[in-house]
Structures are given as structure tokens and as C-alpha cells.
């Protein structure tokens, strides 16, 4: 009996032994091969620009411990598949931060060979990018499937029935398919015929069809409310007894009346979204007429449409969330807002609201966003409208007719008044106002858009600390005055992105400490006082797209712009007539180009350049040098004529871009050109025979274009070999094509007639003045003076006697022969 029981425990312990040994080998390569090679080729079908899926590489790893997948830990099958795009973009994103979203997301196609995960339960590809496509059919195949994302991933077409078989699933997430930076697919938006597959969804827990076309359906049974699915009030009216419903989105659908009180318990109601609607004459009162009726109304986020605000607003003391921008509201705000003491979130923004601004908006300290910008609101803001507002982050203003003052009774600058009540402030915009006063001496490192623009701002300009955040700031029209150096001259650098001063009245240098700014990509100091010379630092800001310093008093010449090599785009800009070194009406010495931050001291800067072909260093002669080089660009559109006005330009190349049209015809007029490169761009017409005026010409180039006609006579052209010409349609030498006999039409003949083949009017007239003079100058004197006539008349009749007797001696010795 005793072996028996041994027996018995034995076999006891094998079966345990056996069940644990999976877990004892979970380190081990638990990926199954066919579901390996499945996510390998769903990879391989996939646009991976990030290079997300990087350790998804090599058919022995395993794939369990790849980004993204998720095995049981005892079979080893993937049950999870997790790819969602986590980087957002929000209103104060750097442009550099968008381009690295774009570059994360997923695109091209869903290979169907994940059909071979069988066991999946969770598939995640949110927020990618799938052109348009449609959703595939067959993921209505995995029968393990609980979760299902596919929002705001841009796929298009129809809604596939198919995903009516997925009887497990608990989460169906298909809205919002475009993201809102994106708008190529906005006319291909996803829709689906019926709702009938819905249905057999019996286990759904939540469901998510935003922005999802149901107009087409003919479902009246429709009892899952979403948001821009074209409802109409009807359908709404036949919806009754959803007393579980917690959270209400009708937004952006068709809808002309008010909530139905038969639709579900709307005490229990905590969010309610019905923006987007056409709620003709239907005050907020109204709306929420139900809502008042209840005891304890749990309602938390409100947004909707609506024509006025009402004392009433004060009841939903449980409100979070109110949001009413974009209507036409008008009449004051009002006061009674300032009971809703849990509200985190108010936008009132885009009305018509006016009077002035409640004083009571400063008791509510859970306020994280205002915004009541673009609206009719005047009157003063003082310290009470903030008192109380210390969790703030967002306050936008913009757009309104206030004015902002400290009480009398305080001396503290409005500004420091607004910054220091709102310690967390970090999105702050009050432009186009009548706000007056002047910055705090320093701006809070938590802020990180500013913008006061078009207000009657003065005072010198504050100091960014060494911890600033601030991405964007607008300072301009406004009355700032001083210098630029305590604000453009930290001591750390920072992360400033956009940065407008202009249209103030700021003085003295421009600093030259830009070394500090390379974030910044936007730069306008225009409409002020500044002075002095154009610091050579501001070359080092390689982010920088846009710069604007019209209209100072800036000084100094610019002898070189090289700007070769780069991915500058659109029209080459007109305004280079307005350089006056390179225009010829200023003379320079090398003086001008000292960069030495020591007097006396006379070591110029050197800059190695790329002329006639050959990149050289210019030091001792630097300030001789007369540059144009744009070359290497995505540059479009014609050449402007206003380049013709550099007429001290020795080198000018405008190559390698998609420059189109003619050659402008006064080219000519740069005669000390010595070096004139248009190649490889789209040029069309003929060469402009003004080029035979270029007699410095030593490096020439407009190959590979589509020029056509006959290369002008000038010594320089003709000097040049024939790979100066290639790629076009021209003829005469030095090219070996020889040009056909040209019509003589009269269009023609008035071409030739200022072409260098033509008549030489110049030569006529001279010889033609010189006859004239020649025959007047003698004429003249016999005329005046008694005496020449004599003289002039003898010597012509001694001078036909002379020839007389040498005819007659002549014919005399002739006839005697």
C-alpha cells in the first residue's frame, strides 16, 4: 500500500512538474514560427520612416520581445499587437516636432497574413496613416479579437460589415479617421450602409464611430450615439429609455431640438456634446431646462450651440467643462459663472458677447483654460478678475476691446500683476487689445506662448530667464523702446521658435549674439530705430525661414549673398535692387568687412566662395568681391529684372533650380559680370543679344535648359567651348550646328535691325557727320573772308594750268612717236 502511495504521489508530481515547465523556459524563444514570419510580412508592407519596427528584424529572435507584441506567456502565441502613434501635435508644436510626428506614423497597407495570429485579442494601430484606404475585410476573421483601434488613422471607403463576426469584442474604436493635420483624404470620408452588423456585437462596452457617415443607413433602430453621423431630431424623438447612458455626443449632426426628456435620465447625465448643430432662437436656459429640475445634477462637460448665456449656468455646480465658443451668443457673461467652483475648462471664444468681464471668473481656482477671445468685450481688467487663478495654464484674450489696470490703490505694473497671480501660466494671448503698461522685468520660464500683439504695450523689453520654455512670442505693434542686447543676449540658450518685434520703437544695434537663438525660425524686427550694421552671426541661424528688417536705419553694405545649396522654394525675391554696394550707388572699401572685434585692428574675415567653377578662400581681398550665388535651390518662376540692377555683380549664379521663362534682356546691363552660370534650369527663348555686352565674361554656362535660336557674336561668347551650350536648341558657332537662313519678315528685319548681324547705323551716321563736317569746314572760310576766296580761286586756277600743260606735254609726246 505504501508503494501505491508512492506511486501515486509520484505521478502527482510529474503532472506538476509538466505544467511548469513553460514557465521555467519563459526566457526561452517562445515566438512561434508561422506567427514570426506572419509579423514580418505585415512589416514588409508597412512605411516605417521612424523606424519604429527596428527590432523586428531576423527570423531566430523572438518575436515576443519585439516593439509592440505581446505573447501568452505559456503558449508563446502573439496575443496583443500594440502600434499606436503616441506623438501628438497640439496649437504650440514646433514645426520641427510636426515634421517627427508625421515621420512616426505607419502607412501603406495590412498584410492579411496576420490572419495566421489565431489567438490574437488586441490590435492597436491608432493615429497612423493609411492613405485612404479601406478597412480590411479580414479582420472580421479574428474570433479571439476583445479590442479593436483604428481611430484617426486615415482609412477611407466603406465600413466592412465583416467586423459584425468579432462576437468578443468589448472596444470598437473607428473615429475620427483624418487626423486634423492632415486633409488629403478629407473628401474620401469612411461610411457604412447599415447597422445591422452592430447587432451581433453583443459584449460592446464602448464604441466609437466619430466622423463616420450615416446618412446612407436606413437603420431607425439606432441606439449608439455618436458624433457627425448626420442625425436629425426625428431620430433622436424614436430613441427612448437609455437609462444607463452616461455620456451624450450629438455633436456636428443635424439636430434642431432640444434634448428629448424620454431619451435616458438626464440627471445621471455627466457629458453632453451637441456643438455643430442648428439650434435656431434656443437659449441655454432651454437646453438644460431638464438638467434644472433635478436635484443633484451630475452634469460635468458641457458643449453646445446656443444664442445666449443665462444666470441659470450657475445651478450645474458639478460643471468641469464648458464649452460655447463658435456660436453666436451674444449679451454679457454672466455673473453667476462664478459659482461653478469645480470648472477646470471655460471657452466662450469666437461670439458675440460684450459688456465687460465678471470679476467673478476670479473665485474659480480649478480654472486650467479662459478663453474668451474674439468676442465684443470691453471695459478694465484688474487684480480681482485673477485673484484666485493660480492653477491657470491657457488664457486667451485676443480680440477684444479691454483695457488692463491695476487698482489705484496698487502700485504693481498691470503685466506683473496678471504674471504673478498666475504662477503656472504657460499659453498667453491678449493681442489686439487696448491693454497699456509694461512687461515684468523677467518672463516666467513656465510660459511658453506670448503674445500681446497690437496693444499700447511701452517700456524696454524683459529678460528671458536661463530656464525659459517660451517657444513663441509676439511682441510687435506696441510702443517698446530701448536696446535689444539684455533680451538677445542670455546667457544660455534657449528654444524660441518665433519671435516678432516690429512695428515698435526700438533702437540702437542689433546684437550680435544670435548664436544663441538656433531654434528660432521665425525672426521680424522691422518698423523700428535700429542702427548699425547687420551682425554676421545672424548667418549662423540655420533653422531661420523668414527675416525682416525693413525699414530701420541699418548700415554697412552686403557684397555677398551666398545662399547655394539649400531647400529654398518659390519665387526668388524682387528686392534686389535695393542693395546699394551691389547696385553700384555705394563704393566700399575692405574696411567695411572688418569682422574683428578690435579697433585698429585691420585682419578682414575670409569666406571661401565657389566662383567661375572652383572654390576659393578670399581674405586680403575679400571686400573686391561682388556675390549672387542662389544656385542649388528648388527656386521657380522667372528671373526678376530687378537682378539687372546690380551693376557692380561679378559673379551671379542662379543654377540647379526651376527657374522658368526668358533670360531677361538687359543681362547686359551687368557689364562687370565675370562669371554668369544659369545652368541645369527650365530657361525657354532665345539668348539675349545684350550678352555680347559682357566683354569680362571669363565663365559662362546655360546648359541644359530649353533655349533655342542663334548664339549672339561677341568676342567673349564665341571664346567659350561648346559645353556652355549643351542641352538646348541653339545653333551658330562656337556650337557645331549651323543656324538655317532666317526669314526675312519684317518682324525679323526690326530684330536684326538692333542685333549684331543687322545694319551698323552707328558707322553710317559717322561717316555721314564726318562728310558734313568735312565739306563745311572748308566751305566756311571762302565764304567769310575775301581773301581765302582769292587766294583759293588762284591757287585752283595755277593748279588747272599746271594740269593743262601736263596733258598737252603729254598728248604732244605721244603723237610724235
Request: hydrophobic share 35%; glycine share 6%.
Amino acid at each position: 500500500m505504501s508503494v501505491a502511495y508512492f506511486i501515486s504521489l509520484f505521478s502527482c508530481l510529474l503532472v506538476v512538474i509538466v505544467a511548469l515547465l513553460p514557465l521555467c523556459t519563459s526566457n526561452n524563444n517562445l515566438c512561434k514560427d508561422d506567427e514570426r514570419q506572419a509579423l514580418l510580412e505585415f512589416k514588409h508592407g508597412l512605411v516605417d520612416e521612424a523606424n519604429r519596427l527596428a527590432s523586428w528584424a531576423g527570423p531566430k529572435t523572438d518575436c515576443c520581445t519585439w516593439t509592440g507584441i505581446f505573447c501568452d506567456n505559456s503558449t508563446g502565441h502573439v496575443q496583443k499587437i500594440h502600434l499606436p502613434n503616441n506623438c501628438y501635435i497640439d496649437v504650440i508644436t514646433t514645426l520641427k516636432h510636426a515634421q517627427e510626428c508625421h515621420k512616426q506614423r505607419l502607412s501603406v497597407n495590412i498584410s492579411p497574413s496576420l490572419l495566421h495570429l489565431k489567438q490574437l485579442k488586441h490590435l492597436d494601430l491608432s493615429h497612423n496613416d493609411f492613405k485612404g484606404i479601406q478597412i480590411p475585410s479580414f479582420i472580421g476573421s479574428f474570433k479571439s479579437l476583445r479590442y479593436l483601434n483604428l481611430s484617426r488613422s486615415g482609412f477611407g471607403g466603406t465600413v466592412p460589415p465583416q467586423l459584425g463576426n468579432l462576437s468578443e469584442l468589448h472596444t470598437l474604436c473607428l473615429g475620427s479617421f483624418y487626423p486634423f493635420v492632415d486633409y488629403e483624404f478629407e473628401n474620401t470620408l469612411t461610411s457604412t450602409r447599415n447597422m445591422h452588423w452592430l447587432s451581433s456585437l453583443s459584449g460592446l462596452h464602448l464604441l466609437d464611430m466619430s466622423g463616420v457617415d450615416l446618412s446612407k443607413t436606413s437603420d431607425n433602430w439606432l441606439q449608439i450615439l455618436m458624433i457627425n453621423c448626420a442625425l436629425s431630431s426625428p431620430v433622436l424623438d424614436s430613441l427612448h429609455n437609455l437609462t444607463s447612458l452616461l455620456s451624450l455626443d450629438l455633436s456636428k449632426n443635424e439636430l434642431t431640438k432640444t434634448i428629448p426628456k424620454s431619451l435616458a435620465n438626464l440627471c445621471n447625465l455627466r457629458h453632453i456634446k451637441l456643438e455643430g448643430n442648428s439650434f435656431p432662437n434656443i437659449s441655454l436656459a432651454t437646453h438644460l431646462e431638464s438638467f434644472f429640475e433635478c436635484k443633484e445634477p451630475r452634469l460635468e462637460s458641457l458643449s453646445l450651440g446656443s444664442s445666449e448665456l443665462s444666470d441659470s449656468i450657475g445651478l450645474l455646480s458639478s460643471l468641469k467643462s464648458l464649452d460655447l465658443q463658435n456660436n453666436h451668443i451674444s449679451g454679457p457673461i454672466p455673473y453667476s459663472v462664478g459659482k461653478l467652483s469645480s470648472l477646470e475648462m471655460l471657452d466662450l471664444s469666437y461670439n458675440q458677447l460684450n459688456g465687460s468681464l465678471p470679476s467673478a471668473l476670479g473665485q474659480l481656482s480649478k480654472l486650467v483654460l479662459l478663453d474668451f477671445s474674439n468676442n465684443r468685450l470691453t471695459g478694465v481688467v484688474t487684480k480681482p478678475h485673477f485673484v484666485k487663478l493660480e492653477r491657470l495654464i491657457i488664457l486667451n484674450g485676443e480680440g477684444n476691446n479691454l483695457t488692463l489696470r491695476s487698482n489705484l490703490t496698487n502700485r504693481i505694473p498691470s503685466f506683473q500683476l496678471i504674471i504673478l497671480s498666475l504662477p503656472n501660466l504657460d499659453y498667453l494671448d491678449i493681442s489686439q487689445n487696448h491693454i497699456q503698461g509694461i512687461l515684468p522685468t523677467c518672463i516666467p520660464p513656465s510660459l511658453r506662448v506670448l503674445d500681446i500683439s497690437s496693444n499700447e504695450v511701452g517700456g524696454p523689453l524683459p529678460q528671458l530667464p536661463n530656464t525659459s520654455r517660451t517657444l513663441i512670442m509676439d511682441l510687435s505693434n506696441n510702443y517698446f523702446t530701448g536696446s535689444l542686447h539684455n533680451f538677445l543676449c542670455p546667457e544660455n540658450e534657449n528654444e524660441l521658435g518665433v519671435l516678432n518685434l516690429s512695428h515698435n520703437h526700438l533702437s540702437g544695434v542689433v546684437p550680435d549674439c544670435w548664436q544663441k537663438w538656433q531654434s528660432l525660425s521665425f525672426l521680424n524686427l522691422a518698423n523700428n530705430n535700429l542702427s548699425g550694421r547687420i551682425p554676421t552671426s545672424l548667418g549662423s541661424l540655420s533653422s531661420l525661414g523668414s527675416l525682416n528688417l525693413c525699414n530701420n536705419n541699418l548700415s554697412g553694405s552686403l557684397k555677398i549673398l551666398d545662399l547655394a545649396d539649400n531647400n529654398l522654394s518659390g519665387n526668388i525675391p524682387t528686392c534686389f535692387n535695393n542693395f546699394s554696394v551691389l547696385t553700384g550707388k555705394q563704393t566700399t572699401s575692405n574696411s567695411q568687412l572688418d569682422f574683428s572685434p578690435f579697433q585698429g585692428n585691420d585682419a578682414l574675415g575670409s569666406a571661401s566662395l565657389v566662383i567661375k567653377g572652383r572654390e576659393d578662400t578670399y581674405s586680403t581681398i575679400l571686400g573686391l568681391v561682388m556675390i549672387l550665388d542662389l544656385s542649388g535651390n528648388n527656386f521657380s518662376g522667372h528671373i526678376p529684372t530687378e537682378i539687372m540692377a546690380l551693376k557692380a555683380l561679378r559673379s551671379l549664379n542662379l543654377s540647379r533650380n526651376h527657374l522658368t521663362g526668358r533670360i531677361p534682356e538687359n543681362i547686359g546691363d551687368l557689364r562687370l559680370l565675370e562669371s554668369l552660370d544659369l545652368s541645369v534650369n527650365l530657361l525657354s527663348g532665345e539668348l539675349p543679344v545684350s550678352l555680347s555686352n559682357l566683354s569680362f565674361l571669363s565663365d559662362f554656362s546655360v546648359s541644359h535648359n530649353s533655349l533655342t535660336g542663334r548664339v549672339p557674336s561677341s568676342t567673349q561668347l564665341q571664346g567659350f567651348n561648346e559645353s556652355s551650350f549643351l542641352g538646348n536648341k541653339l545653333c551658330g558657332y562656337p556650337l557645331t550646328i549651323s543656324c538655317a537662313v532666317e526669314v526675312t519678315d519684317k518682324e525679323d528685319i526690326e530684330e536684326g535691325n538692333n542685333g549684331s548681324d543687322g545694319v551698323d547705323w552707328g558707322l553710317i551716321i559717322s561717316i555721314v557727320f564726318g562728310f558734313i563736317t568735312s565739306f563745311w569746314a572748308v566751305l566756311t572760310p571762302l565764304i567769310v573772308s575775301t581773301k581765302w576766296r582769292i587766294a583759293y580761286f588762284g591757287f585752283l586756277t595755277e593748279l588747272r594750268s599746271m594740269v593743262c600743260d601736263v596733258i598737252r606735254m603729254y598728248w604732244c609726246s605721244m603723237f610724235y612717236k
